[in-house]
């Protein structure tokens, strides 16, 4: 049983780093919880599973109907949600969050009147394979998903590292009136992150049809959870916190119900990051401290 | 503000105005009091918006199918309205005294969920409204005052029905329990299901919760398949239920599924597909039923709504029928009265089967034993 | 009295209580901190003026009171740890604190119920009436219904409770611990060079809040009859956030605002029912987009004051 949970847990954290990662990025650059981040995932889903279904379109198309349509939701958000109160003065991050709530109630119930209320099925024939490996059974959905997401890390730790857009978007998210006096196009940047967050989320979306075969337009919002405390217990704006964190916070909600109690499950993201805040504020993964960072 | 309140309080009374105006024509011609329609205004609380609109989907859709049905038959004329409770209990409490104040309805038909009739129903009961819970099947509801009413049979009547049949079938020794904790549908299903096992001498072998809106139950059920359970007794709503079923499956948990009322419903199986086969349910409602009343209500409301109707339109639909054969009965809209002719439905006969009230005005109804077999309901030998 | 309705009178509790409530989150807010933990204080609040009337029959002031302490001690005790967070840091853990409250709510069984809840919770306008009826009064001698009555009792006590916080907390603004207040939110680091014990108001502030949230609770149990942990969920905590955003967070009268409109909103918009929420969410992008600091600000209230000088002089 052990190596069966630590399968569930694993892939469980996959996909909570996934959509970890997509808040971190946008954290990162505008110091902005996306609240609606969860809810583009979930419509992401959604447009992966009408591709599927719907329009008996293979895995991959799915994947770049989701990808796509999340994209554009994200620089929709960005435009009408984000932007006009960038430029807007004594607009605070709260106005900014709370604006990003307000698309996500509008989302959820969009959503809601599109495809309805209740769970809906998540069929492919590529969840079906599987491995036995001796007493364990593993899919390969299973390990598609580890594989995204560390390729996902992967590729966005080099991309902000090494290459010259990734050094704009930091020199953007240490200062936007320094890195728009060093050249670079910040608005531009900005959009580019949210878009890209947003694809992720729709990624995971796929991925998490995929993996339990369900998904609904409730989905989101306890999945946006589960995001905005690994941010916070990994580090905000640390794309490898992110990941741990999505892991950490898998295996031990999954082991949780194993070996304790399953009635506790969801109160255990919150109490790792109340635990994390008090011992090391700035997270696990956290460069600079809390303080230096407003 | 201000301004739009007196408006709308003109407009109040200028519509009731008009009513008393129309109430008055109306009573002139009261000769002949058979063929004379009895005007009436029901109100519904229900979720149409949030989590859990697809139950008040349901709901709404057998309450408006009922309700062009009766108006047609012109005895009695209902208008209906319909509130949004958006399954929050401040929301329904507000929408009930819409409702009964601004409204001035008969009679309440709702609201969905038990937390909310236990917040709706004390203003009801004091203000004198009866109402009527077509999908509360919690402990504790009808006891709230002898307004209140519910026509949804509860889960302490449908979950030993559905427990003992398959103990009797399968030999059933060592089970395994598993239910949704927030929830007071399933957490107070679950209460139940807890004794009633107990009491058969069962052996539980594990009790794993799960909460809404989880999307993954794959940690729980791996600990349950390593128990080799005779059974899962689960207390879940048919929108995670499915979703529950279809993963045990794949992880190779083959032995039956037993639970409530809240499992019953089409939607099981569109969900879940194969993976339904061997659940077990006890409900008054059975889609299949070779009856001429059900399969006319089926065809109806599939034509009507492109889906096969679930209990919750069942057990809606069948609580208009009850209300305007009281109202009937009662021969004028009138709150007191209503609530006694209600009292004494006994034997009504609708899709759901038999129905009466008990004396603390509770469902009394034999529920069917059914299993998933082939991807569709049947009755459980 | 046929106008008196209670269907208003409801809506015009719940504007109350949600009122307290933006008010309870903006006093922490007036020292920069951004509390999420207001659900959670609240259900304190609640369950035990819950509890105390239903399992131990004490009078419901008794309740309210020990509600809104206990909510305070752990406003106190959450505060002191949270010091060490600021901005976003401290909104998430304190939402951490009101989910894991609520998976406690839901599991200590023996004490709370668990979801089922705690029902038949005495209502304070029902008891009003029995207590009056055993007395021989009856409302009809004030030419009130049963239920106008109770609505209308309801309503007077939480708009009494609402007028006495609102008013609390405005003359604390213009006092010492409301100077504090501010030059801790507009610059914490000078605030302490000017010799402010920052811990102090800033946990003070803190407890203020969760005092307040827990006040709200009480009454909202005693006003409902029945409370479940569904009732304190992630919702409820940005609802009271956004009431204060959206009114203005940086007046009193911003909370105030913010819960009044939000609350009555919803309702007025009842008649394009499916559509409503859709609405309330544009509405919000909206309202940040043209008005970010909220709808009430101090200029609008510095204009306000000219004008009513004006007409008078």
């Known amino acids: 049983m052990f190596l069966e949970q630590l399968i569930n847990g694993i892939t469980q954290g996959s996909i909570y780093a996934i959509v970890a990662l ?133 590729g966005l730790a080099l991309w902000l590292s090494r290459s010259r857009s990734g050094k704009a978007l930091r020199a953007t998210a240490e200062s936007l009136e320094t890195a728009g006096l060093l050249g670079v196009n910040t608005n531009r940047m900005i959009t580019a992150t949210v878009v890209i967050a947003s694809a992720m989320g729709g990624v995971a979306g796929v991925l998490v049809g995929m993996a339990f075969s369900y998904i609904n337009n409730q989905m989101g919002l306890s999945m946006g959870l589960k995001g905005l405390a690994i941010i916070i217990f990994g580090g905000m704006g640390s794309v490898y916190g992110a990941m741990a964190g999505g892991l950490l916070l898998g295996l031990s909600e999954t082991f949780m119900v194993a070996y304790g109690s399953s009635g506790y499950r969801d109160a255990i993201a919150f109490v790792l990051i109340i635990v994390i805040l008090l011992l090391k504020p700035q997270g696990l993964f956290g460069q600079a401290p809390a303080e230096a960072r407003r | 503000m201000k301004k739009r309140d007196l408006r709308l309080l003109s407009v109040l009374t200028a519509l009731l105005f008009a009513l008393l105006f129309m109430g008055a024509q109306k009573a002139k011609p009261a000769a002949k009091p058979k063929s004379e329609p009895v005007h009436a205004k029901i109100g519904v609380v229900s979720i149409i918006t949030g989590q859990g609109a697809a139950y008040g989907e349901a709901i709404t859709n057998g309450i408006k199918m009922a309700r062009d049905e009766v108006n047609a038959k012109g005895e009695v004329v209902v208008d209906l309205k319909i509130e949004d409770s958006t399954g929050k209990a401040e929301q329904a409490l507000s929408a009930a005294q819409k409702l009964i104040n601004s409204e001035k309805v008969v009679a309440i038909i709702g609201p969905t969920l038990s937390t909310e009739m236990k917040v709706v129903g004390p203003e009801a009961n004091a203000s004198g409204v009866p109402i009527m819970g077509t999908s509360n099947t919690a402990a504790g509801i009808t006891q709230i005052g ?84 005779d059974a899962v007794f689960c207390s879940a709503l048919y929108n995670e239920g499915g979703v529950i079923l279809s993963q045990a499956r794949k992880m190779g948990i083959k032995v039956p599924f037993v639970g409530g009322n809240g499992f019953n419903s089409p939607k099981v199986i569109d969900i879940a597909k194969d993976a339904a086969d061997g659940l077990i349910v006890a409900t008054p409602w059975f889609g299949e039923r070779n009856d001429p009343k059900v399969k006319a209500f089926v065809s109806k409301y599939e034509k009507a709504y492109g889906k096969k109707p679930d209990q919750f339109a069942a057990q809606a639909y069948d609580a208009y029928y009850i209300m305007t054969n009281a109202i009937k009965a009662a021969g004028k809209a009138d709150r007191a009265k209503l609530r006694d002719t209600l009292a004494a439905t006994k034997n009504f006969q609708g899709v759901l089967g038999k129905f009466s009230f008990d004396a603390e005005r509770d469902v009394v109804m034999a529920p069917n034993v059914l299993i998933v077999k082939g991807g569709k309901f049947t009755i459980f030998h | 009295m046929e106008w008196l309705n209670p269907y208003h009178l409801q809506v015009a509790s719940f504007v109350l209580i949600n009122a307290i409530l933006g008010v309870s989150i903006y006093i922490t807010l007036s020292t920069g901190q951004l509390s999420l933990g207001n659900a959670g204080f609240m259900s304190i609040g609640a369950y ?266």
């Not at chain 2, 103990?167 to 957490?187: C, E, I, M, P, R």
């Open chain 3, 48 to 313: 035990t003026a819950a509890l105390l009337s239903t399992q131990h029959h004490l009078p419901i002031p008794v309740g309210i009171l020990a509600g809104s302490l206990l909510a305070g001690v752990a406003g106190v005790l959450v505060g002191i740890p949270s010091l060490r967070l600021t901005g976003v840091y401290l909104a998430i853990a304190t939402l951490g604190f009101g989910e894991v409250l609520r998976a406690v709510l839901i599991n200590w069984e023996s004490l709370t119920g668990g979801a089922v809840g705690v029902a038949a919770i005495p209502q304070m306008g029902r008891v009003i009436l029995a207590w009056a009826g055993d007395r021989g009064f009856s409302p009809e001698s004030l030419g009130l219904q049963g239920n106008q009555f109770i609505s209308l009792a309801v309503f007077l006590i939480l708009l009494l409770s609402t007028i006495l916080s609102v008013a609390f907390f405005l003359r604390l603004s213009r006092s010492r611990v409301g100077r504090a207040y501010s030059a801790i939110r507009l610059d914490e680091s000078a605030a302490a060079a000017a010799g402010i014990p920052i811990t102090y108001y800033k946990v003070m502030a803190f407890s203020q809040g969760a005092l307040l949230s827990g006040f709200a609770g009480a009454l909202f149990a005693h006003s409902t009859s029945f409370v479940s942990p569904g009732d304190f969920t992630y919702h409820r905590a940005v609802e009271i956030l956004v009431f204060a955003v959206f009114g203005g967070s940086e007046h009193i009268f911003g909370p105030v605002f913010g819960a009044a409109f939000l609350t009555v909103m919803p309702e007025a918009l009842r008649f394009v029912s499916e559509y409503r929420y859709i609405l309330y969410g544009i509405l919000l992008v909206l309202m940040m987009t043209f008005r970010p600091q909220g709808v009430i600000d101090p200029p609008l209230m510095r204009a306000v004051r000219r004008m009513r000088k004006g007409r008078t002089e």
């Open chain 2, 146 to 229: 002898k307004f209140v009413f519910r026509n949804s049979m509860p889960e302490t009547q449908a979950i030993p029905a559905s427990i003992g049949a398959a103990v009797k079938k399968y030999k059933l020794k060592k089970v395994a329990l598993l239910y949704g904790n927030d929830d007071v549908f399933t957490k107070s299903g679950f209460d139940t299901m807890k004794a009633v096992t107990e009491k058969a001498g069962l052996k539980i072998l594990t009790i794993e919760e799960f909460q809404k809106g989880q999307a993954d139950y794959k940690a729980q059920l791996t600990k349950i398949a390593s128990l080799k359970p």
């Open chain 1, 22 to 154: 997509g808040y971190t990025l946008v954290f990162g650059v505008l110091d902005i919880i996306n609240m609606a981040h969860g809810e583009i995932f979930m419509f992401g889903s959604f447009v992966g599973l009408l591709a599927v279904t719907k329009a008996d379109a293979p895995l991959p198309v799915a994947f770049l109907a989701a990808i796509v349509s999340a994209a554009a939701m994200g620089f929709l958000l960005e435009r009408v949600a984000l932007r006009p109160l960038r430029t807007r003065r004594g607009a605070s991050h709260l106005a900014s969050m709370i604006s990003t709530i307000g698309v996500s109630i509008l989302l959820e119930n969009v959503a809601h009147k599109l495809f309805g209320a209740g769970n809906h099925l998540f069929e492919t024939s590529f969840a079906e394979i599987a491995f036995h490996v001796g007493p364990v059974t593993i899919y390969l959905v299973q390990i598609v998903i580890l594989a995204i997401s560390l390729v996902l890390m992967a």
